[in-house]
Nanobody, 113 residues
Framework: QVQFVESGGGLVQAGGSLRLSCAAP????????IAWYRQTPKKEREFVAA???????NYAAAVQGRFAISRDASKATVYLQMNSLKPEDTAVYYC???????WGQGTQVTVSS
């Protein structure tokens, strides 16, 4: 069973920052790209950012320049640093391998205006 555990969400004012954490299975962390996604009741789940095992990064246009994804090998953890948050960023955030079939509980991010 592949399981990801997301944490770090919360309530923040527009313009503020949060850092999300994704604890990943060791084998998955070492060999596969890991991505952050987000979902709201009004929108389909969308891609946010991804990081490959070699550290290569990719971002959705909506978060480019504001969010940064990183990896900590000692903790098998992927982080998403979110700066200059906007109300439009409000969503449940999930991490997973690209195309992974199993989703965790996610972590709620709420940005107030």
């Amino acid at each position: 069973q592949v399981q990801f555990v997301e944490s770090g969400g919360g309530l923040v004012q527009a313009g503020g920052s949060l850092r999300l954490s994704c604890a990943a299975p060791i084998t998955t962390f070492r060999t596969r790209s890991i991505a952050w996604y987000r979902q709201t009741p009004k929108k389909e789940r969308e891609f946010v950012a991804a990081i490959a095992a070699d550290g290569a990064r990719n971002y959705a246009a909506a978060v480019q320049g504001r969010f940064a994804i990183s990896r900590d090998a000692s903790k098998a953890t992927v982080y998403l640093q979110m700066n200059s948050l906007k109300p439009e960023d409000t969503a449940v955030y999930y991490c997973n391998t690209i195309g992974g079939p199993n989703w965790g509980q996610g972590t709620q991010v709420t940005v107030s205006s």
